[in-house]
C-alpha cells in the first residue's frame, strides 16, 4: 500500500522499522478514479498527494476557461497546490486524475505530527521542497531561454512516459501552446 | 466546500443505511453503496435515480474497495458487526473519518450492551485505532430523514469526537441530511448520546410515536 512511498524516503533518508510505522499511522491510502478531483479551485488543499500508482495533473483556469497544466505527477511524484497546502488559503489550482489511481495523502497536520515524532522526516521534507523549488526554477528558466524544440525533448526527458500517457493537448498545454504549434515543434524535431 | 468528497456506506440497505443514502444524495458527495444483502440494493438505487437524477450514486460489492476510495466512511450496521467490518476496512480506513451509527442495545430494547465505561463509538475508535470516529446519526430514527422537521420544529441531531475538522465535515453531512447538527463533545459524549436514544426507543414503544420522534434541546 505504501511501498513506493517508503522506497523514495529510503532514497533520502534512512528509517528504522519503528519510524516507518509511526509514520505509516499518519498516512491516508486513497483511491481515485480517472477525470475525479482529488483538490478544485477555490477549497483548501487540505493534503499533499504522492502517487503510488497513476497519473494526476495539477492546473489552473483563466478568465476564458483556458485550462493551464503546472504539473503532472506520475508515480513517486508528489503533488498538490502547494502554496494553498502550506498557507491554508484557498487553492488556485486544480488537481484531477488523468487515470485511475492510487494515492498516500498526508495533511498538513499529519505532517506536522511526523516532524514532532520522526524529527529525520524533516531532512526528507525539506528535499522534497527543495526539489520541488529545483523543478520550478528549471521550468521557468526553459520557459524563458529554451526554444521549443528544446523545451519539448526536455520535457520528454523529465517525464518519459509522458507521451504514451497523456494526451498532445495536455502536454500543450503545459507549454503553454496552442496543440497546432506543439505538432509543428513535434514535426520539426523528427525531422531533423 | 467545491470538492465532491466520497462517502461510502457500509450496509447501506438496513433501515438507516438506505435513510442515510437518500438523504446524502441531495448533496455535493458521492456515495459508495455496499451491503452484503445485494437484494434490495437495486431497488435503492432506482429509488435514489428517480428522486435525485443527478446524484452520484455507485453501488459497490466489496467494503475493502469502497472504503479505499472514500472520504468519509458510514459504518450502518449493528453493533454486533462492527468488529467484522472494522478488520475489513482498517487498512484502508487508516486517518479517515468513519462515522458510527450504532447504538448497542440488547435485544429486548431496555438497556445497552456496552458497560457504563465505554460505547460503541469508543469500541469502534479502539478497532480502528488510526481513524477519526466521529458518534452520528444515532438520536435519529430512519424515518426521521424523510421528515427531518416533525410538529414544526427542526430535529436535533447530536454529534461528538475528538477531531475538529472530522467534527466540521460531519456536521456538513447531518446538515444535508436535513437535520439540526449539534456538536456535543468529545467521543466519550457518545455513551450519553446512545443512552438517549434507548431512551427515546423506550419512550416510543410506550407512547406509541410509531419511529416518527426526535429531540429538540429547547434553549434560550
Known sequence: ?????????????????????????????????????????????????????????????????TEHII???????????????????????????????????ISKAAQDEILKQVPEYEAYNRLQITGAYLAMQKRLTAMLSLSLEERYINLTRLYPNLIQRVPQRMIASYMGLTPETLSRVRRKIKDK | MRTKQTIAIIGATGNMGSAIAKSLSRGNYRLLLFTSDKSKLKNLEEEIAS??????????????????????????????????????????????IVVSIANPLNDSFDGLVTPPGTSAAEELQKLLPHSKVIKAFNTTFAADFAQPVIDGKQVDAFIAGNDSDALETVKELVQTAGFNPIVAGDLPVSRILENMQLLLIRLGIKYN???????KILHQ
Not at chain 1, 77 to 98: Q, R
Not at chain 2, 209 to 215: D, F
Request: contains cysteine; hydrophobic residues 40%; charged residues 25%.
Open chain 2, 209 to 215: 410515536y410509531n419511529w416518527l420522534a426526535g429531540w
Open chain 1, 71 to 105: 504539473q503532472f505527477a506520475f508515480e513517486g511524484w508528489t503533488i498538490s497546490d502547494l502554496y494553498s497546502f502550506l498557507t491554508g488559503e484557498p487553492a488556485t489550482y486544480n488537481v484531477d486524475a488523468l487515470e485511475d489511481s492510487e494515492l498516500v495523502l
Open chain 2, 51 to 96: 428522486a435525485y437524477p443527478g446524484a452520484d450514486v455507485e453501488s459497490i460489492n466489496c467494503s475493502y474497495t469502497a472504503s479505499w476510495e472514500a472520504d468519509v466512511i458510514i459504518v450502518a450496521t449493528p453493533f454486533a458487526a462492527e468488529k467484522e467490518i472494522a478488520d475489513k476496512i482498517r487498512e484502508v480506513a487508516n486517518q479517515k
Open chain 1, 1 to 65: 500500500m505504501y511501498e513506493l512511498f517508503f522506497k523514495k524516503v529510503a532514497e533520502k533518508i534512512t528509517l528504522t522499522p519503528a519510524q516507518q510505522d509511526i509514520i505509516k499511522h499518519y498516512l491516508i491510502p486513497k483511491k481515485i478514479r480517472k477525470n475525479q478531483y482529488l483538490l478544485q479551485e477555490g477549497d483548501v488543499a487540505k493534503h499533499a498527494a504522492f502517487v503510488e500508482k497513476g497519473a494526476l495533473r495539477a492546473y489552473s483556469v483563466d478568465d476564458r476557461g
